[in-house]
């Protein structure tokens, strides 16, 4: 046999019918392996964020000068931060909550009928359940009270900023 001479090639295996297998890997499996990488990274995230209660500023500040707060980490004019007990802080908002009903209730005994019925629940009637980190917005004119009041109560002070110089 000469060098020029076309060697024989081996055919890929066959079933029993004849039928060639057809090749692993390709397009499917490439788009089945993003679909999987995709719903881990996804459930990855689920697991490791940590639920934050949005609470008002002023409830934030009543709990900072009962020494309630652990630690915060200030971004511009957000805080994002944990409380030392979230049970006496969750008795607190409960009865803030309390004491707005009383006070809408007085008030709307006092108002025409017309104007009563244009009251909605969603700010007085739905309980909020406080978990133990909450995030709350400061207002834009503090003047730093705030930042003093967190040195006195010994709260751990992280400060992030947005990447904008």
Do not use: C, H
Not at 41 to 68: C, D, H, K, M
Not at 128 to 133: F, G, P, R, S
Not at 151 to 157: A, L, S, W
Request: a negative charge; zero cysteines; hydrophobic letters at 35%.
């Amino acid at each position: 046999m000469s060098d020029y001479e076309k060697q024989p090639t081996e055919r890929p295996p066959s079933d029993s019918k004849g039928k060639k297998e057809p090749p692993r890997g390709g397009f499917p499996y490439f788009l089945m392996m993003i679909l999987f990488i995709l719903l881990g990274s996804w459930l990855i995230q689920s697991v490791w964020t940590v639920q934050r209660t949005p609470v008002a500023y002023s409830f934030f500040w009543s709990q900072l000068e009962q020494g309630n707060i652990r630690e915060v980490i200030v971004r511009g004019l957000s805080i994002e931060g944990r409380w030392k007990n979230v049970k006496d802080a969750q008795a607190d908002l409960d009865k803030l909550a309390e004491e707005t009903k009383a006070l809408d209730k007085q008030a709307e005994d006092t108002k025409d009928d017309s104007t009563a019925a244009t009251d909605s629940d969603e700010e007085t009637g739905a309980e909020v359940k406080l978990e133990d980190y909450f995030s709350t917005e400061v207002p834009p004119y503090e003047d730093g009270t705030m930042l003093r009041l967190m040195q006195e109560q010994n709260v751990n002070v992280k400060s992030e900023t947005n990447g904008f110089s």
